[in-house]
């Protein structure tokens, strides 16, 4: 059984940091390309950062410089480092996993920025 479990959201102050963890079970993890994606209520749900298996990442332009997004396929687990946070950042953070016509969606977690 294929599992992603987010952990790490919360409520954050603008200029804050945050750190997400995805660990994911049931999957050869190193195969698979990595990635974050946020939905804000009334949006679509969008890209934030993805890693590839050879460790190549891309981020969305709103992100850029501000958040890192990294593996450990020792521990099957994928980080989003968050830094400078800001009050569009919140939004509910799911993790994905994709390797071919597979694709596996974790259950989300929060992430709220305000004052």
């Known amino acids: 059984q294929v599992q992603l479990v987010e952990s790490g959201g919360g409520l954050v102050q603008p200029g804050g940091s945050l750190r997400l963890s995805c660990a994911a079970s049931?999957?050869?993890?190193?195969?698979?390309?990595m990635g974050w994606y946020r939905q804000a209520p009334g949006k679509q749900r969008e890209l934030v950062a993805v890693i590839r298996a050879g460790g190549s990442t891309n981020y969305a332009d709103s992100v850029k410089g501000r958040f890192t997004i990294s593996r450990d396929n020792a521990k099957n687990t994928v980080y989003l480092q968050m830094n400078s946070l800001k009050l569009e950042d919140t939004a509910a953070y799911y993790c994905?996993?994709?390797?071919?016509?597979?694709?596996?969606w974790g259950q989300g977690t929060q992430v709220t920025v305000s004052s």
């Open positions: 049931g999957i050869i993890f190193r195969m698979y390309t």
């Open positions: 994905n996993a994709v390797t071919g016509s597979f694709e596996h």
